[in-house]
């Protein structure tokens, strides 16, 4: 048994059966190294290796989501409610609710698709959008399922298909790798050839906003970053300034973020500009500054989950490595093929898929399947085109709906600000169903027809 599709197959089975994300990936990896021969001790010890691997991302999202809460305190949120309800009007008053969730849903899925090229900050923006804004959707009775898959489909798919900041990225691993298997491209064939795996996602983001997760659905009004029913929110009496202070202090987060590629710097500065200001009115006898300490206490706790699955899914991946059993899966794919292009195809897209959802990330799935890939692809006669189509979408695939990924982690993280969304069921499940499987199927049409 491959010892990787073993690992892998134990993380989803228990985090479907809603096991918590951070013991199905303890259990995948010890599973994976049992089957791949390690003894316990060597497993463990593989795992606690990785450990560190994501830590700078844990601590970057602790600092957001304290930024996040600290937001909340200068009243900001407060007043988009406010202008929200405004929009919506009376109860009754249906085609106002409706302009209100299509016009919300729109900017989030235009700043989601922004956070990979215009302004690549990837999935900064949640803990500071997202949360604010869940009184909102509150209001207009939003599905989260369909929030969630939206801002999935914007990490994901700009990266995949435009040649711009993280996609210019992602790209030039594809062509680099590509080159070094002996086949050589040019970067502007990737976006012909992903385009239609892109399309897939179009479709299937079009099916969850607008048939699965279009009825309405009623949430908690609970504090964000509590689940206690009888806990209520800090009692904060905002004024102008303080809601000016918030605004300056998200734009000084998003500028910083994207000068220094830092979202622990960032958010520090962000945090910074609101202590101060908590300071002065502390003398000034308006507020007192220990709000400060509820503000990181409150934000960390709700960014604890995420921090922890990424912090072990660390170690899952490097016990994945580790294991050789990557390359193994790979390699034996050439012996299932045959001569046939559809069988081929589908077998080299699912492979892609098992590779990305254990180790958690597209770009490094791609430089481990290229080596195989592309003399395969060669051998049975794949043009350029289709082959990078088959290893831009094998790479991409599992992205979305992977209990490890961070498109999928972050807007759990957001969504999940007064616990009311859970990560397997109201992330990982929508975005695999209307995001990995469209991008499977077209991914596959692409290969075939190119």
């Keep these: 048994m491959n010892a990787v599709v073993i690992a892998v197959l134990v993380m989803l089975i228990l985090s479907l059966f809603r096991v ?7 259990t995948g990896a010890i599973a994976g190294g049992l089957t791949a021969g390690f003894s316990l001790n060597e497993t463990i010890e593989f795992f606690g290796a990785g450990l560190g691997a994501n830590a700078e991302v844990a ?36 085609q106002a609710r409706k302009l209100s969730k299509v016009l919300l849903l729109l900017i989030i899925l235009l700043v989601s698709i922004s956070s990979q090229n215009v302004i690549p900050i990837h999935i900064a923006f949640i803990p500071i959008l997202i949360p604010p ?40 691993i594809v062509a680099d790798n590509m080159a070094e298997s002996g086949m050589e491209i040019e970067l502007a064939m990737i976006p012909q050839a992903l385009a ?32 206690n029913d009888n806990k209520k929110e800090t009692d904060f009496s905002y004024s102008l300034s303080s809601v000016l202070i918030g605004a300056a202090s998200i734009l000084a987060v998003l ?46 706790k709700m960014m604890a989950f995420i921090g922890f699955v990424m912090i072990a899914a660390g170690g899952f991946a490097e016990v994945v490595r580790e294991t050789g059993h990557v390359e193994t899966l790979v390699a034996t794919v050439s012996g299932w093929v045959g001569e046939s292009k559809a069988t081929a195809a589908l077998i080299m897209l699912i492979v892609g898929l ?9 770009f490094s799935t791609i430089p481990i399947i290229t080596v195989i890939f592309v003399p395969l692809a060669a051998a049975i006669g794949f043009s350029p085109l289709a082959t990078i189509a088959l290893i831009g979408t094998a790479g991409a695939l599992g ?28 992330t990982c499940v929508p975005t695999f169903l209307h995001l990995n499987i469209p991008l499977l199927i077209f991914g596959w049409i692409a290969a075939i027809i190119l």
């Excluded at 599905?143 to 210019?168: E, H, N, Q, S």
């Design 20 to 26: 918590h994300v951070v013991l199905a990936l303890v």
């Design 59 to 94: 601590l970057s999202y602790a600092m957001l989501g304290a930024f996040a809460v600290a937001i909340s305190f200068t009243g900001l949120p407060n007043m988009l409610v406010k202008g929200a309800l405004k929009i919506v009007g009376r109860e009754g008053d249906s």
């Design 133 to 172: 804004l869940i009184k909102v959707f509150n209001a207009l009775m939003i599905d989260r399922r369909a929030v969630a898959t939206i801002m999935t489909f914007g990490l994901k798919a700009p990266y995949i298909f435009l040649p711009f900041g993280f996609g210019l990225m992602f790209h030039t």
């Design 196 to 227: 239609l795996p892109v399309l897939g996602m179009v479709l299937g983001l079009g099916l969850a906003v607008f048939v699965t997760y279009r009825k309405s659905r009623n949430y908690q009004d609970l504090p964000i970053g509590e689940t």
């Design 255 to 300: 500028i910083l973020q994207y000068n220094t590629e830092s979202m622990i710097f960032s958010a520090f500065a962000g945090l910074v500009i609101i202590y101060i200001y908590f300071t002065v009115m502390h003398f000034t006898g308006k507020h007192k500054i220990s709000a400060t300490e509820t503000m990181m206490t409150d934000g960390m």
């Design 354 to 362: 098992l590779i990305t959802m254990g180790i958690g990330s597209s």
């Design 399 to 426: 992205d979305a709906g992977s209990p490890a990924s961070d498109s999928t982690l972050g807007p759990s993280a957001g969504l999940n600000a007064d616990g009311q969304h859970h990560h397997i069921w109201d």
